[in-house]
T-cell receptor, first 114, second 111 residues
Framework: AQSVSQHNHHVILSEAASLELGCNYS??????LFWYVQYPGQHLQLLLK??????LVKGIKGFEAEFIKSKFSFNLRKPSVQWSDTAEYFC????????????FGTGTRLKVLA | DTAVSQTPKYLVTQMGNDKSIKCEQN?????MYWYKQDSKKFLKIMFS???????INETVPNRFSPKSPDKAHLNLHINSLELGDSAVYFC??????????FGQGTRLTVV
């Protein structure tokens, strides 16, 4: 069965600290990978995506993620977080063929202290 | 222009009522989805439609009935609402396996 695991459920950081959120997926075929952010009271917005090519992808607001195929991982990073990064972060995958179905991880709640 | 719009944004209703949530996308996508986000923020897919055809029905109670009059619209009708149906419902659309675009969400509260 397809699944996505996010290991950190709650993360609290001070401003300027570095961030890394883990994401592992389980799927027998090729997938596209995504990180979405949900600010309080808002809808999900795409941070970045990986389809193919360079496994290190850069997204908006200084976020980046690295796809490690051998580890089935797609970890999200940011060198220096800001108070405005306080939000819920979701990792998601969808197969590249067949039935398109975005499977989400359980989310990581990030709180950045000013 | 809002890419994926859903109405209403808030819906408060009594148990046993029937309600509908509407969703429209102007992105030209072939595939639309309904997701349910519970109080713990967990996002679970409910339905997926591709070109008006139901593709995914993830063991959702049959009180929930999606309807897609055309590929730009996917509405969700819920019969006999229960307390446990309280959640935020998100509509989304995508073009094949590219990124999904989400609506603003409908916060449903059943009292």
């Amino acid at each position: 069965a397809q699944s996505v695991s996010q290991h950190n459920h709650h993360v609290i950081l001070s401003e300027a600290a570095s961030l890394e959120l883990g994401c592992n997926y389980s799927y027998g075929g090729t997938v596209n990978l995504f990180w979405y952010v949900q600010y309080p009271g808002q809808h999900l917005q795409l941070l970045l995506k990986y389809f193919s090519g360079d496994p290190l992808v850069k997204g908006i607001k200084g976020f980046e993620a690295e796809f490690i195929k051998s580890k089935f991982s797609f970890n999200l990073r940011k060198p220096s977080v800001q108070w405005s990064d306080t939000a819920e972060y979701f990792c998601a995958v969808t197969p590249t063929s067949g039935t398109y179905k975005y499977i989400f991880g359980t989310g990581t709640r990030l709180k950045v202290l000013a | 222009d809002t890419a994926v719009s859903q109405t209403p944004k808030y819906l408060v209703t009594q148990m046993g009522n029937d309600k509908s949530i509407k969703c429209e996308q102007n992105l030209g996508h072939d595939t639309m989805y309904w997701y349910k986000q519970d109080s713990k923020k967990f996002l679970k897919i409910m339905f997926s439609y591709n070109n008006k055809e139901l593709i995914i029905n993830e063991t959702v109670p049959n009180r929930f009935s999606p309807k897609s009059p055309d590929k730009a619209h996917l509405n969700l009708h819920i019969n006999s609402l229960e307390l446990g149906d309280s959640a935020v419902y998100f509509c989304a659309s995508s073009s094949r396996s590219a990124e999904a675009f989400f609506g603003q969400g409908t916060r449903l509260t059943v009292v």
